[in-house]
């Protein structure tokens, strides 16, 4: 079965420094793979996404992401954290397409809680 | 949030009664899609609809019930008989399930039970 896993519940960095969320996934077939943002009581902004071609994508707000298929992670980085980055993220993983059947389903990893102090 | 409306975007509700919250896209896209959130727990899918007058149950469908008459709109009724329905409920349409399109969230509904 398809999975999504972001092992840590919440990352702590301050403003200016790097920043990562880490997200690794389990899927048959290839991936495709996408970055969400949630403020407080908001709906999920999109950030960025993995479909194919060059492992390095870059997305909205400076974020940028690393599709490695070998260690099949798709970590979310950023190179100089804001206050303003302090939000919710997840990770998904469209449901791969079966035959004639395609749902489009994203599979969720739980989200990671990203706290960027002054 | 362009595109998806919401609404309400608080509701409160008594045990045992049904309610139904809307969603209305203006984006023409063909596919719609009712998630649920929980803190800790990520998004789960309840409902979702490749096309006008279909659609399909989701990972958590027990307890709900959508309807699909018209392209734009995706209402979900949530019934008496889901068990814990204090959650907080996101709708998202994309262009095509069959294509790598990311998916676009509405606002949210955040429904209290008590």
């Known amino acids: 079965a398809q999975s999504v896993a972001q092992p840590e519940d919440q990352v702590n960095v301050a403003e200016g420094n790097p920043l990562t969320v880490k997200c690794t996934y389990s899927?048959?077939?290839?991936?495709?793979l996408f970055w969400y943002v949630q403020y407080p009581n908001r709906g999920l902004q999109f950030l960025l996404k993995?479909?194919?071609?060059?492992?390095l994508v870059k997305g909205s707000y400076g974020f940028e992401a690393e599709f490695n298929k070998s260690q099949t992670s798709f970590h979310l980085k950023k190179p100089s954290a804001l206050v303003s980055d302090s939000a919710l993220y997840f990770c998904?993983?469209?449901?791969?397409?079966?035959?004639?059947?395609?749902?489009?389903?994203?599979?969720f990893g739980q989200g990671t809680t990203l706290q960027v102090k002054p | 949030d362009g595109g998806i409306t919401q609404s309400p975007k608080y509701l409160f509700r008594k045990e045992g009664q049904n309610v139904t919250l809307s969603c209305e896209q203006n984006?023409?896209?063909?596919?719609m899609y009712w998630y649920r959130q929980d803190p800790g727990q990520g998004l789960r899918l309840i409902y979702y609809?490749?096309?006008?007058?279909?659609?399909q149950k989701g990972d958590i469908a027990e307890g709900y019930s959508v309807s699909r008459e018209k392209k734009e709109s995706f209402p979900l009724t949530v019934t008496s008989a889901q068990k814990n329905p204090t959650a907080f409920y996101l709708c998202?349409?994309?262009?095509?399930?069959?294509?790598?399109?990311?998916?676009?969230f509405g606002p949210g509904t955040r429904l209290t039970v008590t």
């Open positions: 984006l023409n896209h063909d596919a």
């Open positions: 899927v048959s077939g290839n991936p495709y």
């Open positions: 998904a993983v469209r449901d791969p397409i079966h035959g004639s059947s395609n749902t489009g389903k994203l599979i």
């Open positions: 998202a349409s994309s262009p095509s399930p069959g294509t790598s399109y990311e998916q676009y």
């Open positions: 609809s490749q096309i006008v007058n279909d659609f």
């Open positions: 993995y479909i194919t071609g060059d492992n």
